[in-house]
């Protein structure tokens, strides 16, 4: 049974900081691209950033310079790290793991507020 397990949301002010989490079991963890998606309320669920198994990055314009997208093989774990923090992060983040199969994890709230 595959699962991944985001960690680590929660309410922080602008210009804050938080490290996403998600645990990965079930699969070949280190062959899959891992994703962090994010869906703000009436909105579309957008790619925010992407690593692949050779640990390139990619990071959606809205987020590059102040997030930072890690792999942990031996852990089975990637890692979001969210810097400068804005409102306009604030929204469901999501964990998802692709090669030719695709998984979802259940997804954590990112609140940025004062």
């Known amino acids: 049974q595959v699962q991944l397990v985001e960690s680590g949301g929660g309410l922080v002010q602008p210009g804050g900081s938080l490290r996403l989490s998600c645990v990965a079991s079930?699969?070949?963890?280190?062959?899959?691209?891992m994703n962090w998606y994010r869906q703000a309320p009436g909105k579309q669920r957008e790619l925010v950033a992407q690593?692949?198994?050779?640990?390139?990055?990619n990071y959606a314009d809205s987020v590059k310079g102040r997030f930072a997208i890690s792999r942990d093989n031996a852990k089975n774990t990637v890692y979001l790290q969210m810097n400068s923090l804005r409102p306009e992060d604030t929204a469901v983040y999501y964990c998802?793991?692709?090669?030719?199969?695709?998984?979802w994890g259940q997804g954590t709230q990112v609140t940025v507020s004062s």
């Open positions: 690593i692949s198994k050779y640990s390139s990055t």
């Open positions: 079930g699969i070949t963890f280190s062959i899959y691209v």
């Open positions: 998802n793991a692709q090669t030719a199969h695709e998984y």
